[in-house]
């Protein structure tokens, strides 16, 4: 068993070097699925700025197509999905929290000097990342933030840890995503890079435009024009 694990598998990507982290936060399948309209994400319909026509309508209220979560969730009807079927963004989201996490947690294992600037960007990238869809998946899956409320509903785990043997956390509320969700932002917008060489990796304005858009959810107006204004 032991030589077994010694061997690593051909094609496969088993990283152990910055480098090999940086590749793997290139991974498309962290955006692919769940945000892009032309694969049928929901989230997508959740947007005020869009219009199903009626012969569209007919179209995605047909339960048999894939597209049902679609129109559901431009209709507002919850849940958007099946639920007795697998919730493929809840599924797929958490695998790419696995990807964001596993390159937080590695980098920070294997940097050295003269990759550590290097490493510091991989960090802010992956973090930002989680963040941006920890902050989505709390509002699809639970109330959306009331700056007026308490914010104390159970939503979703906020793991932050790459290990699989390591129990999930208890839920967090609605409260502590947003809070651990900036306390990321925060942390990105200390190393994130201006330039970036893969479009499902965050830069600098991205980050910004991230802050900006958790403080139009917690409508602290100011602070959201602030960061819109960077």
């Known amino acids: 068993c032991s030589n077994f694990l010694d061997v690593k598998p051909m094609g496969k990507l088993i990283p152990t070097e910055v480098e090999e982290y940086e590749n793997l936060l290139n991974n498309v399948q962290t955006v692919n699925s769940y945000f892009l309209a032309s694969n049928s994400s929901y989230l997508a319909c959740l947007a005020d700025n869009l219009k199903i026509s009626g012969l ?14 679609n129109y559901t969730s431009y209709t507002f009807q919850a849940p958007y999905y099946e639920p007795n079927t697998t919730d493929f963004f809840w599924e797929n989201g958490y695998k790419a929290m696995g990807i964001f996490n596993t390159v937080i947690d590695g980098v920070s294992d294997v940097q050295t000097e003269q990759t550590s ?10 973090k930002a990342a989680r963040a941006w869809f920890y902050l989505s998946m709390s509002m699809i899956y639970g109330p959306v933030y009331n700056p007026a409320g308490n914010n104390d ?57 991230l802050m900006a858009w958790y403080y139009m ?14």
């Open 117 to 126: 600037e290097l490493a510091r960007q991989l960090i802010a990238q992956a």
């Open 56 to 69: 569209s309508a007919a179209h995605y209220f047909d339960p048999g197509t894939s597209a049902i979560s």
């Open 153 to 209: 509903v159970k939503t979703i785990p906020y793991r932050t840890n790459s290990q699989p043997l390591v129990a999930n956390p208890e839920r967090a509320t609605t409260a502590e995503v947003f809070k651990y969700a900036k306390q990321d932002i925060e942390d990105a917008l200390k190393d994130i890079p201006r330039n970036v060489s893969n479009p499902c990796r965050f830069n600098l304005p991205a980050v910004q435009m």
């Open 217 to 230: 959810f917690t409508r602290d107006w100011n602070n959201m024009l602030t960061y819109a204004d960077l």
